[in-house]
C-alpha cells in the first residue's frame, strides 16, 4: 500500500504543476532556471534528512512530493533548451545523450540507493547522499550556457486545469506533434509497465532474488542506452524518424518472444543464485529480449522527441513539452490501473507482456496510419540502407523552413527515395504520373503527398492540375522536388532540362537548391538496358551513391540552362 502510495505521490505534481512548469520555462532564462531547481533539490533533500531523523512518514511523503515537483520543473527545461544550443543535424545526438543519461542515472540511482539503504546506520545517510548528488548536479549547472527566453512577455496563470488544455492545444496546432506526443506517452506506458513488472517477474517466473532483478534492470536500461546512442550514426545526421516504426516493429516482436520466452517449471524452496539462473539457456534468451527491447525502445522515443523540439514553435516549445508531460504521465497512471487489473483478475506477467506487445502494434498501425510520413520515412530508409550506401554532401543547403524547390538529375526510379532519405523536412515531388502505378513505390510517394504531371501532349488537365498544386504547395512553405529534365536518363548522361521549373517559379518566385546524384546509372531501377527494374542485384547490394547539394539559388538566376550547368558541376564525371 505505502509503495502504491508512494508511486502516486511522486507523480501527482506532473499533473498539477506541468503547465505552470511550461510557463515558467518560456518566460525565463532555463539557463538560470536550471540552476535554482538544482537549488531546491538541495532543499528537499534536507526535508528528506529531518523526515528521516524524525522517523515522520508524512514528512518523508512530503519530500518525494518535492521531489516530483522538482522533475515536473526540470523536465520543460531540459528538454527545450536543447534546440537553443544545438544545431539541427545535432538533436538526435543530443537527445540520444540525455535518453541514455537518463536511464543510465535511473539504473545507478536505483543500485546506489539500494546500497545505501543496506549499508548506513542511520537512513538520514541516503538524504546525504542526495544532497551530494543534488550539489553535483548544481556544480555542473553553472556551466550550462544562457538559454534566453522566447517569451519573456508571458503572464504565467497558476490555473492548472486551464492551462494544461492550453498547453494540450498549443500541441494540436501542429498534428505531428501532438501524435508525437502520443507516441512518447505510449513508450513510456509500455517501458514503465515492463519496469514495474521486473520484481515480481524475477521472483515469481525466474525464482530469483534481489540479483536477478538489478540483472533484468541493468540489461534493459543498457539496451536503452545503445539504441539511443545508436540513432545519431543510423540518422545521416538529421532527424530520421522512419527509426520510429523500425523501433516499434522491435518493441512489438521482442516483447512477444519474451512472452513465449519465459520459463515454466521454475522451482524452488529459496530463491535461485544468479550463477544458477545464468546457466540456463532459457535465462539467456529472456536477457537478449530485454536487450532488444532497450534497444529498439531507444530507436523508438529519440526521433520522436527530436521531431517534437523541432517542429514545435519556439515561443510555446516549453509549453508543449509540459503537455508531453502530462500526457506521459496520465498514460503511466493508465497503464499501471490497467496491469495491475490485468494481473489481478488472474493473468499471468508473462501473458502481460505478450498482451501488451500486441497492443503496442495496434497503436503503431494506428498512430501510422494517421501521419503516413513515418511510415513513409521508414520504408525510404529502409530501402536506402538495404540496397546501397548513401554518402550526402551539403544537405545543411536543404532550407530547415519556408518554401524553396529542390531540381536534380533523374538517373533511376529511386531517386525520390534517396533525396528523401537525404532531406531533414518532407518533401512534395513531381514526377511522371506513370510511377504511380509501381508496386510499392506507389503507396509511397501517393502517402507522400507526391504530384504527378503528364506533357501537355498526354495529359493536358492533368499538367495543369499539376502546375496549380505546385504553387499552393509554395505557397505554403513546402519543400517541392522536380527532376527537370522530364523523364529517366536513357544513357547516364544528363539531358536537357524542360522549361517547366521556369514557369514554377514565374508564379512562386523561391529559392532553388540544385542536386545531383551519382552512382544509380546502371542499377535496377535505372535504364541501363533501355528498361527498368530488368536484371536484379546487377551492382551487388551496398553499391556506394552520392547526393551531392549545392547552395540554393535566386529564383531570377535559376533558368532551367544555369542550373543544368550547376547540377552537371555538382555531378562531376560521376554517373
Same mark, same amino acid.
Given at each position: 500500500?505505502l509503495?502504491?502510495?508512494?508511486a502516486?505521490?511522486?507523480?501527482l505534481?506532473?499533473?498539477?504543476?506541468s503547465?505552470?512548469?511550461?510557463?515558467?520555462?518560456?518566460k525565463?532564462d532555463?539557463?538560470?532556471?536550471?540552476?535554482?531547481?538544482?537549488v531546491l533539490e538541495?532543499a528537499?533533500?534536507?526535508?528528506?534528512?529531518?523526515?528521516?531523523?524524525?522517523?515522520?512518514?508524512?514528512?518523508l511523503?512530503?519530500?518525494?512530493?518535492?521531489?516530483?515537483?522538482?522533475?515536473?520543473?526540470?523536465?520543460p527545461?531540459?528538454?527545450?533548451?536543447?534546440?537553443?544550443?544545438?544545431?539541427?543535424?545535432?538533436? +538526435?545526438?543530443?537527445n *540520444?545523450? &540525455?535518453e /541514455?543519461g537518463t #536511464?543510465?542515472?535511473?539504473?545507478? $540511482?536505483? @543500485?546506489?540507493?539500494g546500497?545505501?539503504?543496506?549499508s +548506513?546506520?542511520?537512513? *538520514?545517510w &541516503?538524504? /546525504?547522499?542526495? #544532497?551530494i548528488?543534488?550539489?553535483a $548536479?548544481? @556544480?555542473?549547472?553553472r556551466?550550462?550556457p544562457?538559454a534566453?527566453?522566447p517569451?519573456?512577455?508571458?503572464?504565467?496563470?497558476?490555473?492548472p486545469l486551464?492551462?494544461?488544455w492550453r498547453n494540450i492545444?498549443?500541441a494540436?496546432?501542429?498534428r505531428?506533434?501532438f501524435?508525437?506526443i502520443?507516441?512518447?506517452?505510449?513508450?513510456?506506458?509500455?517501458?514503465a509497465l515492463?519496469?514495474?513488472?521486473?520484481p515480481a517477474?524475477?521472483?515469481?517466473?525466474?525464482?530469483?532474488?534481489?540479483?536477478?532483478?538489478?540483472l533484468?534492470?541493468?540489461?534493459?536500461?543498457?539496451?536503452?542506452?545503445i539504441?539511443?546512442m545508436?540513432c545519431?550514426r543510423?540518422?545521416g545526421?538529421?532527424?530520421?524518424?522512419?527509426?520510429?516504426p523500425f523501433g516499434?516493429?522491435?518493441l512489438?516482436l521482442?516483447?512477444?518472444?519474451l512472452?513465449?520466452?519465459s520459463?515454466v517449471g521454475l522451482v524452488?524452496?529459496t530463491a535461485?543464485?544468479?550463477?544458477?539462473?545464468l546457466s540456463?539457456?532459457?535465462?539467456?534468451?529472456?536477457?537478449?529480449d530485454?536487450?532488444m527491447l532497450?534497444?529498439f525502445?531507444?530507436?523508438?522515443i529519440?526521433p520522436?522527441?527530436a521531431?517534437?523540439?523541432?517542429?514545435?514553435?519556439?515561443?510555446?516549445?516549453?509549453r508543449?513539452i509540459a503537455?508531453?508531460?502530462?500526457v506521459n504521465a496520465?498514460?503511466?497512471?493508465v497503464?499501471?490501473?490497467g496491469?495491475?487489473a490485468?494481473?489481478?483478475?488472474?493473468?499471468s506477467?508473462p501473458a502481460?507482456f505478450?498482451i501488451?506487445?500486441l497492443?503496442n502494434?495496434?497503436?503503431?498501425?494506428?498512430?501510422?496510419?494517421?501521419v503516413?510520413e513515418?511510415?513513409?520515412?521508414?520504408?525510404?530508409?529502409?530501402?536506402?540502407k538495404?540496397?546501397?550506401?548513401?554518402r550526402?554532401?551539403?544537405?545543411?543547403h536543404?532550407?530547415?523552413e519556408?518554401?524553396?524547390?529542390l531540381v536534380?538529375?533523374?538517373?533511376?526510379?529511386?531517386?525520390?527515395?534517396?533525396v528523401?532519405?537525404?532531406?531533414p523536412?518532407?518533401?512534395?515531388?513531381v514526377m511522371?504520373?506513370r510511377i504511380f502505378?509501381?508496386p510499392l513505390?506507389?503507396y509511397?510517394?501517393?502517402h507522400?503527398?507526391?504530384?504527378?504531371?503528364?506533357?501537355a501532349?498526354?495529359?493536358?488537365?492533368?499538367?495543369?492540375?499539376?502546375?496549380?498544386?505546385v504553387?499552393?504547395?509554395?505557397?505554403n512553405?513546402?519543400?517541392v522536388a522536380?527532376f527537370?529534365e522530364?523523364?529517366?536518363?536513357?544513357?547516364?548522361?544528363?539531358?536537357?532540362?524542360?522549361?517547366?521549373?521556369?514557369?514554377?517559379?514565374?508564379?512562386d518566385p523561391?529559392p532553388?537548391v540544385?542536386?545531383a546524384?551519382?552512382g544509380?546509372?546502371?542499377?535496377?531501377?535505372?535504364r541501363?538496358d533501355?528498361a527498368?527494374?530488368?536484371?536484379?542485384?546487377r551492382?551487388?547490394l551496398f553499391?556506394r551513391?552520392g547526393l551531392?547539394v549545392?547552395?540554393?539559388?535566386?529564383?531570377?538566376?535559376a533558368?532551367p540552362?544555369?542550373?543544368?550547368?550547376?547540377?552537371?558541376?555538382l555531378?562531376?564525371?560521376?554517373r
Amino acid at each position: 500500500m505505502l509503495a502504491n502510495l508512494a508511486a502516486g505521490i511522486f507523480i501527482l505534481p506532473f499533473f498539477l504543476f506541468s503547465a505552470t512548469a511550461g510557463q515558467l520555462a518560456d518566460k525565463y532564462d532555463k539557463a538560470k532556471l536550471a540552476r535554482l531547481v538544482k537549488v531546491l533539490e538541495m532543499a528537499i533533500m534536507g526535508i528528506a534528512a529531518a523526515g528521516f531523523a524524525l522517523h515522520s512518514l508524512p514528512v518523508l511523503m512530503g519530500a518525494l512530493f518535492l521531489l516530483g515537483l522538482h522533475s515536473t520543473l526540470f523536465g520543460p527545461v531540459k528538454y527545450a533548451i536543447i534546440p537553443q544550443h544545438l544545431h539541427t543535424e545535432e538533436l +538526435v545526438g543530443g537527445n *540520444a545523450l &540525455i535518453e /541514455a543519461g537518463t #536511464f543510465v542515472a535511473i539504473l545507478i $540511482g536505483t @543500485l546506489a540507493g539500494g546500497l545505501l539503504a543496506g549499508s +548506513v546506520e542511520h537512513p *538520514a545517510w &541516503i538524504a /546525504a547522499g542526495g #544532497f551530494i548528488v543534488a550539489f553535483a $548536479g548544481y @556544480l555542473t549547472s553553472r556551466g550550462i550556457p544562457p538559454a534566453p527566453a522566447p517569451a519573456p512577455e508571458l503572464k504565467v496563470s497558476l490555473n492548472p486545469l486551464t492551462e494544461t488544455w492550453r498547453n494540450i492545444n498549443f500541441a494540436r496546432q501542429n498534428r505531428t506533434v501532438f501524435l508525437s506526443i502520443l507516441g512518447i506517452s505510449w513508450f513510456w506506458l509500455y517501458g514503465a509497465l515492463f519496469l514495474a513488472q521486473f520484481p515480481a517477474y524475477a521472483k515469481n517466473v525466474l525464482v530469483g532474488g534481489e540479483s536477478s532483478v538489478t540483472l533484468l534492470l541493468a540489461t534493459f536500461t543498457v539496451g536503452i542506452g545503445i539504441g539511443s546512442m545508436l540513432c545519431e550514426r543510423m540518422s545521416g545526421k538529421h532527424v530520421e524518424i522512419g527509426l520510429v516504426p523500425f523501433g516499434s516493429i522491435g518493441l512489438t516482436l521482442f516483447g512477444l518472444d519474451l512472452y513465449f520466452a519465459s520459463p515454466v517449471g521454475l522451482v524452488g524452496t529459496t530463491a535461485h543464485s544468479l550463477s544458477a539462473l545464468l546457466s540456463l539457456p532459457s535465462i539467456w534468451r529472456v536477457l537478449f529480449d530485454l536487450m532488444m527491447l532497450g534497444l529498439f525502445g531507444g530507436f523508438f522515443i529519440v526521433p520522436l522527441y527530436a521531431l517534437v523540439q523541432l517542429r514545435s514553435s519556439p515561443a510555446h516549445r516549453a509549453r508543449i513539452i509540459a503537455a508531453n508531460n502530462i500526457v506521459n504521465a496520465l498514460f503511466m497512471v493508465v497503464g499501471a490501473l490497467g496491469a495491475g487489473a490485468a494481473l489481478g483478475a488472474g493473468l499471468s506477467i508473462p501473458a502481460l507482456f505478450g498482451i501488451a506487445a500486441l497492443l503496442n502494434a495496434v497503436v503503431a498501425v494506428y498512430i501510422y496510419g494517421l501521419v503516413p510520413e513515418f511510415l513513409i520515412r521508414f520504408m525510404a530508409w529502409l530501402l536506402i540502407k538495404a540496397a546501397y550506401r548513401l554518402r550526402t554532401e551539403g544537405a545543411e543547403h536543404i532550407p530547415e523552413e519556408g518554401a524553396a524547390v529542390l531540381v536534380c538529375n533523374h538517373v533511376s526510379f529511386v531517386d525520390s527515395l534517396v533525396v528523401m532519405s537525404a532531406s531533414p523536412r518532407p518533401v512534395r515531388f513531381v514526377m511522371d504520373h506513370r510511377i504511380f502505378g509501381l508496386p510499392l513505390l506507389s503507396y509511397i510517394f501517393r502517402h507522400g503527398r507526391a504530384i504527378p504531371i503528364a506533357s501537355a501532349k498526354e495529359d493536358q488537365v492533368l499538367m495543369e492540375k499539376a502546375f496549380a498544386e505546385v504553387s499552393a504547395a509554395l505557397k505554403n512553405g513546402e519543400l517541392v522536388a522536380i527532376f527537370p529534365e522530364g523523364g529517366l536518363t536513357p544513357d547516364g548522361e544528363l539531358q536537357t532540362f524542360r522549361p517547366g521549373i521556369a514557369r514554377m517559379l514565374e508564379s512562386d518566385p523561391v529559392p532553388v537548391v540544385p542536386m545531383a546524384l551519382t552512382g544509380l546509372w546502371g542499377s535496377y531501377f535505372s535504364r541501363i538496358d533501355g528498361a527498368v527494374m530488368k536484371k536484379p542485384f546487377r551492382r551487388g547490394l551496398f553499391s556506394r551513391i552520392g547526393l551531392q547539394v549545392g547552395s540554393a539559388m535566386p529564383p531570377e538566376a535559376a533558368t532551367p540552362a544555369e542550373l543544368q550547368k550547376v547540377v552537371q558541376v555538382l555531378r562531376g564525371s560521376g554517373r
